[in-house]
């Protein structure tokens, strides 16, 4: 399932002006145009980890550029392969990669790293809400008996 631009804001969490700057700024969203659905989970994940080091650690969204990419292709991961891991940022290597276990060690000197486990229930959550209110709305017909019409024999 895809999402739009607005969905993606809002399961982000992203304000219209900080959406720009990421547009201008990260080529994964740069590249995700047009009004019809184009953002995946893997796309809101990698955005809730992206708003997460930005706003939680006051990482500036221009010096992790480069590490844009592979965020968002890393998170697009299978959901089982996410569940239970570890984004690892390696600032100095300028390198990602998705570890498991609940205490991984970082081989890095320099890295950031974010539990994918409570973005995985943010994003479950979000998704299981939008879909609660989604109820199959009742038909304001009666319902009609039909008569099978008898078989022909050939």
């Given at each position: 399932?895809?999402?739009?631009?607005?969905?993606f804001?809002d399961?982000?969490?992203?304000?219209?002006?900080t959406h720009?700057?990421?547009?201008r700024?990260?080529?994964p969203?740069?590249?995700?145009?047009g009004r019809?659905?184009?953002?995946?989970?893997?796309d809101?994940?990698a955005?809730l980890?992206?708003?997460r080091?930005t706003?939680?650690?006051?990482?500036?969204v221009?010096s992790?550029?480069?590490l844009?990419?592979?965020v968002?292709?890393?998170?697009?991961?299978?959901?089982?392969t996410?569940?239970?891991?570890?984004?690892?940022?390696?600032?100095?290597?300028r390198?990602?990669?998705?570890?498991?276990?609940?205490s991984?060690?970082s081989p890095a000197e320099?890295?950031l790293?974010c539990?994918?486990?409570?973005?995985?229930?943010e994003?479950r959550?979000s998704?299981?809400?939008d879909q609660?209110?989604v109820?199959?709305?009742t038909?304001?017909?009666g319902?009609?008996?039909?008569?099978?019409e008898p078989?022909r024999?050939a």
């Amino acid at each position: 399932m895809e999402y739009t631009l607005s969905q993606f804001r809002d399961l982000v969490g992203l304000s219209l002006e900080t959406h720009r700057h990421w547009k201008r700024v990260l080529p994964p969203v740069r590249r995700k145009a047009g009004r019809s659905p184009c953002f995946s989970v893997g796309d809101l994940i990698a955005g809730l980890v992206i708003r997460r080091l930005t706003e939680d650690v006051g990482v500036r969204v221009g010096s992790i550029v480069d590490l844009a990419d592979e965020v968002f292709q890393l998170c697009s991961s299978p959901w089982a392969t996410l569940e239970g891991a570890t984004l690892s940022l390696d600032l100095r290597r300028r390198t990602c990669a998705l570890l498991k276990g609940r205490s991984p060690n970082s081989p890095a000197e320099l890295a950031l790293t974010c539990r994918l486990d409570p973005i995985l229930a943010e994003v479950r959550a979000s998704l299981l809400k939008d879909q609660a209110g989604v109820a199959q709305a009742t038909l304001p017909f009666g319902p009609v008996g039909v008569r099978a019409e008898p078989r022909r024999q050939a």
